[in-house]
Nanobody
Framework: EVQLVESGGGLVQPGGSLRLSCAAS????????MNWVRQAPGKGLEWVSR????????TYAESVKGRFTISRDNAKNSLYLQMNSLKPEDTAVYYC????????WGQGTQVTVAS
């Protein structure tokens, strides 16, 4: 059974940091690029970042470039998102997704940026 389990979300003040994790199982994690996608309240899905299967290539949405860092540890079947300088507009449910066909999705983790 494929599972993607996100963790690390929470409430943080503007300017703060959080590190999200995604634990993968049930598929060959190291063979696939992975993504972080978010959904803000009342809005559609927004792609945030992508990392290649071996971790050597990363891309970011303009809205998070320079503040967020995606990484992975294939030995641990884990994906990460380091989020710094958080803004209220980063408030969303964050999902990790695989580049498999069809893609697998986690259940999401809530990030709330507020004072």
């Amino acid at each position: 059974e494929v599972q993607l389990v996100e963790s690390g979300g929470g409430l943080v003040q503007p300017g703060g940091s959080l590190r999200l994790s995604c634990a993968a199982s049930g598929f060959t994690f190291s063979s696939y690029a992975m993504n972080w996608v978010r959904q803000a309240p009342g809005k559609g899905l927004e792609w945030v970042s992508r990392i290649s299967s071996e971790g050597g290539s990363t891309t970011y949405a303009e809205s998070v470039k320079g503040r967020f860092t995606i990484s992975r540890d294939n030995a641990k079947n884990s994906l990460y998102l380091q989020m710094n300088s958080l803004k209220p507009e980063d408030t969303a449910v964050y999902y990790c997704t695989s580049s498999t066909d069809p893609p697998f999705w986690g259940q999401g983790t809530q990030v709330t940026v507020a004072s």
